[in-house]
């Protein structure tokens, strides 16, 4: 199947950024969450993206407009119950995404592809959850989307080979480099980049370095082009900690178990980023 329309679950940064990359090429979007002012906050960032992307020249207003017009919103399934691929880009919750998963399985047409946008979860497991497991499998992309290349795929026990083939097409279509991955715990991008992440958050806590000199040696060391701990501070430092517990759980390796550090600053809400301070202060 060729994708032409997708409905993504979650107006958060992942679903959001999704949304942002479908309709910028050309596919109609719909974008759902469960309530209107999540929407509203998704929307305004799309909005807000794009309208740099213009002001810096690499977008023009015309198409800016076209994007924004493929983009509809709702608060169920049913709003894009037409789609070729729904995405579940939901918090990393079972008991989020199953009545998601559930949902989409029942409203859409039996041959549309159905996919978790997950990074730590087993789609084996969530697979579970949908009428035709063959049909479902893992696209996961990167935060921030738009400027993120990478986008995993992965083929869950189930995963029909057709499917692995028409998500990759779609990762295409959408301007990303997807990898094949078996489903494993954090897949091959996260289980080899959170130890590191670790590490340095050990590192800092051990008093080896200071935040900014640990970054700066893996950035001119490494040729990275983001520090771990800044990196660590985008995803959002209970995301980073949750992540890890998955890790060490699934894999039951001691190396993914979290540095104290972080779970010392989960507990006094500095969560990165979003919160205004992390390993850096942003505020």
Do not use: W
């Not at 989409?104 to 949908?130: K, Q």
């Not at 893992?138 to 921030?144: A, E, R, S």
């Not at 540095?259 to 980023?273: D, I, N, S, W």
Request: charged residues 20%; glycine residues 10%; aromatic residues 4%.
């Amino acid at each position: 199947m060729k994708v032409q329309s997708v409905l993504v679950a979650g107006a958060g940064q992942m679903g959001a950024g999704i949304v942002q990359v479908a309709a910028q090429a050309g596919l109609r979007a719909t974008m759902i969450d469960v309530a209107d002012e999540f929407i509203a906050k998704g929307m305004a960032g799309i909005e807000q993206r794009l309208g740099r992307a213009v002001d810096k020249g690499r977008l023009d207003a015309a198409e800016r407009d076209a994007t924004l017009a493929r983009i509809t919103t709702g608060l169920d399934v049913s709003a894009g119950a037409d789609a070729d691929l729904f995405i579940e880009a939901a918090p990393e919750t079972v008991d989020i995404k199953r009545p998601l998963l559930e949902r989409a399985a029942a409203v859409l047409r039996p041959d549309a592809l159905i996919a978790t946008n997950t990074s730590s979860l087993s789609v084996s497991m969530l697979a579970g959850f949908v009428a035709g497991p063959e049909r479902f499998c893992g696209i996961h992309f990167f935060n921030p989307v738009p400027a993120m290349a990478l986008v995993e795929v992965v083929r869950g026990a189930a995963t029909a080979e057709g499917t692995v083939a028409a998500a990759r097409e779609f990762c295409e279509t959408v301007g990303k480099t997807p990898i094949t991955v078996v489903d494993s715990p954090g897949f091959v991008v996260n289980r080899i980049l959170f130890p590191m992440i670790n590490e340095a958050a050990c590192a800092l806590a051990q008093g080896v370095a200071s935040a900014a000199d640990i970054d700066t040696g893996l950035k001119l060391g490494a040729n990275f082009p983001m520090g771990p701990l800044a990196l660590a501070d985008l995803v959002g430092l209970d995301t980073t900690k949750a992540i890890l517990e998955t890790l060490e759980r699934d894999l039951g390796d001691d190396r993914y178990r979290p540095c104290p550090l972080l779970g010392e600053l989960v507990a006094a809400g500095k969560l990165g980023r979003k919160s205004g301070a992390g390993f850096f202060d942003y505020r």
